[in-house]
């Protein structure tokens, strides 16, 4: 069972920057896929960006598409995800999410293990 640990959160002024990690304790991890969501007071959970398990392909939510990156380093059983352009509306917690298995999935349900989230706050 992988263990994921997300951290990089913080607060920022609209127009900065952020990049988030997400470490996991699998040695395997090149074996899961990635996702990224975002959850904001009073309001569902929100698919942000995926990355499947070899890196060679990525998907976003359209609210973040052109300012949010995705990426991981499977050798060192990491995720990323660079948050530029930040906006008030992007402030919420973020978590990570894996689980084994090919393709990119932007569902919750499809995601085995989470993280507890990182707190991002973009004030105007």
């Known amino acids: 069972q992988v263990q994921l640990v997300e951290s990089g959160g913080g607060s920022v002024q609209a127009g900065g920057s952020l990049r988030l990690s997400c470490a996991a304790s699998?040695?395997?991890?090149?074996?899961?896929?990635i996702g990224w969501f975002r959850q904001a007071p009073g309001k569902e959970r929100e698919f942000v960006a995926a990355i499947n398990r070899s890196n060679t392909a990525t998907k976003y939510g359209d609210s973040v598409k052109g300012r949010f990156t995705v990426s991981r380093d499977n050798a060192k059983g990491a995720a990323y995800l660079q948050m530029n352009s930040l906006k008030p509306e992007d402030t919420a917690v973020y978590f990570c999410a894996a689980t084994v298995g090919g393709g990119l999935s932007y569902s919750s349900p499809t995601y085995n293990y989470w993280g507890q989230g990182t707190q991002v706050t973009v004030s105007s």
């Open positions: 699998e040695r395997a991890f090149s074996t899961y896929r």
